[in-house]
């Protein structure tokens, strides 16, 4: 079975500080790689995602993230946090091909609070 | 507009009334699907469907029915709701192929049940 882990709940940053969100992921396979962002009462929306090739991916609103195979992780950056970064982030992850490769499986979630 | 629409967006039922909550998409999209959202335990994933009459188990389908008659509409049914199934509740959908899982979501619909 897939799965996700974000190990921290909350991260705090300052505001003009970088910001990283961790992620590691399971999956058989080669994987599909997503963050999503949850702004408060709003559904989901896609940030990135790394598929095949570049291991350092670019995302909307300044955002980036990079893949590391050996690690398994997947850790969501920014050079200079924004006030209006502050939200609910999601890693995801689903499987190439195969047995899961239509379930989209989500981390807990880790709340980013950028600090004025 | 692209959109993921979901209702109703707030709802208070009591154990055992049954319930629909509906979901309807303009992007033909093929694929969609159901999550649950709760405090510590992320986005669960209840049930999905990769086309019209065509739908699978997610993790936590207990309690819950789905189906996918037309492409744009896909109904997540309570037939018999308990306390435990209190919830936000959203619903996305997807293209298929290279851009799958880019999921738009709705705006979700917060059910409590007394």
């Known amino acids: 079975a897939q799965s996700v882990a974000q190990p921290e709940d909350q991260v705090n940053v300052a505001e003009g500080n970088p910001l990283t969100v961790k992620c590691t992921y399971s999956v058989s396979g080669n994987p599909y790689l997503f963050w999503y962002v949850q702004y408060p009462n709003r559904g989901l929306q896609f940030l990135l995602k790394?598929?095949?090739?570049?291991?350092l991916v670019k995302g909307s609103y300044g955002f980036e993230a990079e893949f590391n195979k050996s690690q398994t992780s997947f850790h969501l950056k920014k050079p200079s946090a924004l006030v209006s970064d502050s939200a609910l982030y999601f890693c995801?992850?689903?499987?190439?091909?195969?047995?899961?490769?239509?379930?989209?499986?989500f981390g807990k979630g880790t709340k980013l609070s950028v600090i004025p | 507009e692209a959109q993921v629409t979901q209702n109703p967006r707030y709802l208070i039922t009591v154990t055992g009334k049954k319930l629909t909550v509906t979901c309807s998409q303009n992007m033909n999209h093929e694929y969609m699907s159901w999550y649950r959202q709760d405090p510590g335990l992320g986005l669960r994933q209840i049930y999905y469907s990769m086309n019209v009459e065509v739908t699978d188990k997610g993790d936590v389908p207990e309690g819950y029915k789905v189906s996918r008659k037309e492409k744009r509409n896909f109904p997540l049914i309570l037939e018999s709701p308990s306390p435990n199934q209190t919830s936000l509740y959203f619903c996305?959908?997807?293209?298929?192929?290279?851009?799958?899982?880019?999921?738009?979501f709705g705006e979700g619909s917060r059910l409590t049940v007394l």
């Open positions: 996305a959908s997807s293209n298929g192929g290279s851009r799958a899982g880019e999921l738009f």
């Open positions: 790394y598929i095949t090739g570049d291991n």
């Open positions: 995801a992850v689903r499987a190439l091909s195969g047995a899961g490769s239509y379930q989209l499986t």
